[in-house]
């Protein structure tokens, strides 16, 4: 188990506390002491993660027990049906795509996944898609479109994949579509982002009616590793890049990018990832219910007003 | 993601320096500036395509030189982050440029055809699409929908999304992708013209995303830069890659067409795609 450094403390009285629980058998006294070491740690946990900066919270994004896309669909989804390929060059597993359920509602799935271990990281590279995994999430769009299925996305990626290969496919082309293919469709279209929003990678599947983030995940244009090397020409000021770019879901909020902060347990979702997953669901299923009153012409419009309106300028 | 050059990499290209000569970039050759200039900015001896300016394309392209009619030249860019040294830059790329924005719009006629079109400047910042930029652009889309006329955008843009306006940048490539559906939707035709270079959030939204695409000669044309992917896989890149004849090898652009025959290609499609028979007066 990964640890970040401000969590320790957390670690420390929570193994205190496990150990004193199993001296509790033999010694009753030590009951009191328990409670007054379990209020501490709540206590830490609260001013520790209340005081975090945005370096620490972009930690806390990448954590590598956090859950992932995998997790959030086996805690969501009912009998998930995933479907593969872009009937064009292969089946990239840096994106996940499938049909199921969330409680009654149909909904077709486009979910970025970065593995857990080594190998299944590399399979899934990273989570980094190639312009055949937005070409897969496309023809799941179409079919959502077809059908009538809203479409949820899931957001995880550190963003699409700078490679050769990827080049020669056409990354850019495939991104760009993909954008326009959103805006398009006729179905409620809800994104979260449930980790790391990489740049154009995680935009290529964002592009929705309503914008979730989990409070610990992160959005940007740039990884704040790729800014601190082209602002400072040192990769290791990422945590002052960090501040610079206003990354955070907090952040997002505050500039009207996304619609709502869904709630982690306390310390993140790692410390508990069925809360997690259950604060989603609920989330979800809101703003799902909310979007099915509109029409199909009122959802395509309601989107591209939204993207239309962003943006920061003066006029004289 | 902002691209930048670190130590030069195979077929880079600068901005123009001052000075009477001029050496080729790629062939070497030394020639007279004006005997250059005269040339359109095309090396006479290899055909190597220097970056210009926006000003350039307007005097090379529209028949009166210059825009007819401006759009959006009131907008100016604001610093929502409060990004480290953004404002500085930004005065510095204005009193560099003599332009408000890495991006203008505006009427033109391009042999007796009007067009609205959309330029950017490499030389501001990379020509980096911020919240002006993509503001410009959306507006200068409505213009051709209002009048059904064609729209045309020439870019270049080494960055792609502007990193100092954060999130706010990444947003405009969903913007420019408003407007260039709603211009599909009226049936106006929309023609990108490459130049180099188009890279990230441009390549990757309306840039890519023309009826049309043409590229000049040797323009650096992708996603990712090419340095990025070097240190992501750590082996050599293959010669020509990412550069415009790679893309039309690849089936990503319709044509690569010289800058001396832009004019009369965009001109002849003008024609067919502008909407009624004929050809224009001069076309
Ligand atoms: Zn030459």
Request: proline share 4%; hydrophobic share 40%.
């Amino acid at each position: 188990m990964k640890i970040l450094d401000f969590e320790k403390p957390i670690y420390e009285i929570d193994k205190k506390i496990q150990e004193l629980k199993k001296m509790l058998g033999e010694d009753s006294q030590l009951e009191e002491e328990i409670a007054n070491l379990e209020r501490r740690a709540r206590e830490l946990k609260e001013k520790i993660y209340k005081n975090l900066n945005r370096w620490q919270k972009v930690q806390l994004a990448r954590h590598p027990d956090r859950p992932h896309a995998v997790d959030y669909i086996k805690g969501m989804v009912q009998d998930f049906i995933e479907l593969h390929g872009d009937r064009n060059f292969r089946d990239d597993p840096s994106i996940i795509t499938g049909l199921g359920f969330i409680d009654d509602y149909k909904v077709a799935i486009i979910a970025e996944e970065k593995g857990r271990d080594t190998k299944e990281k590399i399979w899934r590279n990273f989570g980094m898609p190639h312009p055949e995994g937005y070409r897969k999430a496309m023809r799941i769009m179409r079919l959502a479109d077809k059908f009538r299925i809203p479409v949820i996305t899931l957001v995880d990626t550190p963003g699409a994949f700078p490679g050769i290969g990827a080049e020669e496919r056409g990354q850019a082309q495939a991104i760009a579509e993909s954008i326009k293919l959103m805006l398009k469709l006729r179905v409620p279209v809800i994104t979260a982002i449930i980790g790391e929003g990489g740049s154009g990678g995680a935009l290529a599947i964002a592009v929705a009616n309503v914008v979730l983030a989990l409070r610990y995940s992160i959005y940007s244009v740039i990884s704040p590793e790729g800014c601190a090397s082209i602002l400072w020409r040192d990769s290791t000021r990422a945590s002052e890049a960090a501040e610079a770019l206003k990354l955070t879901a907090e952040d997002l909020f505050e500039f009207g990018i996304i619609d709502e902060i869904v709630e982690e347990p306390p310390g993140g979702a790692h410390w508990d990832p069925h809360v997690a997953v259950e604060n989603l669901k609920v989330a979800l299923l809101k703003h799902l219910k909310s979007l099915l009153r509109l029409s199909p012409e009122e959802l395509k419009k309601q989107r591209m007003a939204k993207f239309r309106s962003f943006g920061v300028f003066a006029e004289k | 993601m902002l691209f930048r050059k670190r130590k030069k990499i195979e077929g880079e290209k600068k901005d123009i320096p001052e000075g009477l000569f001029l050496k080729c970039e790629k062939c070497g050759e030394l020639f007279y500036k004006n005997q250059l200039e005269k040339n359109l900015w095309v090396c006479p001896k290899c055909g190597f395509h220097f970056r210009v300016g926006v000003d350039f394309y307007k005097k090379i392209l529209f028949d009166d030189g210059d825009f007819i009619k401006h759009f959006a030249a009131d907008l100016e860019s604001q610093d929502p982050l409060d990004f480290p040294g953004y404002k500085e830059k930004l005065d510095r790329a204005k009193a560099k440029t003599g332009l408000k924005e890495a991006a203008v719009s505006g009427l033109a006629r391009i042999n007796g055809r009007e067009v609205v079109f959309f330029l950017t400047d490499f030389r501001f910042l990379g020509g980096s699409m911020g919240s002006v930029y993509g503001e410009i652009f959306y507006r200068a889309a409505q213009e051709a929908i209002k009048r059904n006329i064609p729209f045309i955008s020439l870019t270049s843009s080494g960055g792609g999304a502007r990193m100092h306006e954060g999130i706010f940048s990444l947003m405009q490539m969903v913007k420019t992708t408003v407007a260039v559906v709603e211009m599909e939707e009226k049936g106006i035709p929309f023609i990108s013209v490459l130049t180099d270079p188009t890279m990230g959030g441009v390549m990757a939204s309306f840039a890519s995303l023309g009826d049309i695409i043409i590229a000049e000669p040797g323009a650096l044309l992708g996603f990712a830069g090419p340095r990025v992917i070097q240190q992501t896989i750590k082996q050599d890149l293959p010669t020509g890659f990412q550069r415009s004849e790679f893309l039309l090898e690849k089936g990503f652009v319709d044509m690569v067409v010289p800058r001396k025959e832009l004019k009369s290609v965009l001109s002849k499609l003008l024609d067919i795609l502008g909407g009624e028979n004929g050809r224009s007066q001069t076309g």
